[in-house]
T-cell receptor, first 113, second 116 residues
Framework: DAKTTQPTSMDCAEGRAANLPCNHS???????VYWYRQIHSQGPQYIIH???NNETNEMASLIITEDRKSSTLILPHATLRDTAVYYC??????????????FGQGTTLQVKP | GAVVSQHPSRVICKSGTSVKIECRSL??????MFWYRQFPKQSLMLMAT?????????EQGVEKDKFLINHASLTLSTLTVTSAHPEDSSFYIC????????????FGPGTRLTVL
């Protein structure tokens, strides 16, 4: 699975949009982009995933560039409870792979009042 | 839906004892479960992949005789840390993939192990 690069940390003001970038320049055509987050001392929480089209759900939006070499997770109105480590992961999804998720270092997002 | 539980949430044990951690999928069947370990201020490290009814597949560097994994049913996987030592103190997290899907994978709340 391709590697990802994320900034180590970011700050965001409460109520503003949080835009978290992820670089995955070596992504291959059959790899999906996944985002998870981990609030301190809890298990990771699934946020969203996509292949090439932009995706939106009740938690966030995922914008994937046309060449798929980078993506941005957008939390439209960040709250203090969104303070967490955000992980961007790319992996192949197929019936022949185990589906394991390999975590990098992630981005620590601090939402400030 | 898609809830994964772990028990216990926190355990303290003496060096040399064994500790069993349970991971359950509460409202779905999971043919595949994963075990991770996380040290303070570090990311999650995958330890092993557990498939129901078969032997677990361990990642490189993880001792299979020390970290025993049993996945006896579609809703339960256990991780036993044998002869625990202080360096095994960590946050252990399991995740489960919903049977019949390729994308859905959900994580438990984690178990904090402290070995004295």
């Amino acid at each position: 699975d391709a590697k990802t690069t994320q900034p180590t940390s970011m700050d965001c003001a409460e109520g503003r949009a949080a835009n978290l970038p992820c670089n995955h320049s070596t992504i291959s055509g059959n790899e999906y982009v996944y985002w998870y987050r981990q609030i301190h001392s809890q298990g990771p929480q699934y946020i969203i995933h996509g292949l090439k089209n932009n995706e939106t759900n009740e938690m966030a939006s995922l914008i994937i560039t046309e060449d798929r070499k980078s993506s941005t997770l957008i939390l439209p109105h960040a709250t203090l409870r969104d303070t967490a480590v955000y992980y961007c992961i790319v992996r192949v999804v197929s019936s022949s792979n185990t589906g394991k998720l390999i975590f990098g270092q992630g981005t620590t997002l601090q939402v400030k009042p | 839906g898609a809830v994964v539980s772990q028990h216990p949430s926190r355990v303290i044990c003496k060096s040399g004892t064994s500790v069993k951690i349970e991971c359950r999928s509460l409202d779905f069947q999971a043919t595949t479960m994963f075990w991770y370990r996380q040290f303070p201020k570090q990311s999650l490290m995958l330890m092993a992949t557990s498939n129901e009814g078969s032997k677990a597949t361990y990642e490189q560097g993880v001792e299979k005789d020390k970290f025993l994994i049993n996945h006896a049913s579609l809703t339960l996987s256990t991780l036993t840390v044998t002869s625990a030592h202080p360096e095994d103190s960590s946050f252990y997290i399991c995740s489960a993939r919903i049977y019949g899907t390729l994308n859905e994978q959900f994580f438990g709340p984690g178990t904090r192990l402290t070995v004295l």
